[in-house]
């Protein structure tokens, strides 16, 4: 079921580490992937080609700069992040307009995550309704239980559906 809605897509994968780069092609052999490993390559490719999702990383490609030129470009723009892997990074690729925020060392489900994605956008709900259920014991173990406390407000109003 999860390689379904994958199947035949395009999709951008911007990091500056090449091993990266080339685990994320492997696990997401089942799309047409174009690989950019600079920010000016990445911009070039979302105004020349056509995407589906946007896989981008925060830190080394200027990310947040990539994810609104994707989203001007109704590209689905997903951030994968290490190094700047926070609850604060994680609302703020929100508020931003990301479809997703994913941990990268949670990128070998990176298959599943897209398919949850676009199966949101089908659906015509928020891509972020499986967010917590994929991610919150994990946050619970990288940050202090009380992550959540600092931003009560944004989490109450979290989309869960």
């Not at 920010?39 to 830190?59: G, N, P, R, S, Y």
């Not at 659906?123 to 309704?129: C, E, I, M, Q, Y």
Request: net charge negative.
């Amino acid at each position: 079921m999860s390689r379904d809605l994958l199947k035949g897509k395009t999709v951008l994968i911007v990091d500056d580490e090449a091993d990266v780069l080339e685990t994320l092609e492997d696990l997401l052999s089942m799309c047409e992937v174009v690989k950019a490993s600079t920010f000016e390559e990445a911009k070039l490719a979302l105004e020349t080609q056509a995407f589906d999702i946007a896989v981008l990383d925060i830190m080394g490609v200027d990310g947040y700069k990539l994810l609104e030129i994707a989203r001007n470009r109704k590209v689905i723009p997903v951030m994968l992040t290490a190094h700047a892997l926070s609850p604060e990074h994680t609302i703020s690729s929100y508020k931003r307009g990301a479809a997703l925020y994913v941990p990268k060392d949670q990128m070998v489900n990176v298959a599943e995550y897209l398919n949850d994605v676009l199966q949101a956008v089908e659906a015509g709900k928020s891509t972020w309704w499986r967010w917590l259920e994929r991610f919150e014991s994990y946050y619970n173990k990288k940050f202090e239980a009380e992550w959540k406390d600092k931003d009560k407000e944004f989490w109450r109003s979290f989309p869960y559906v």
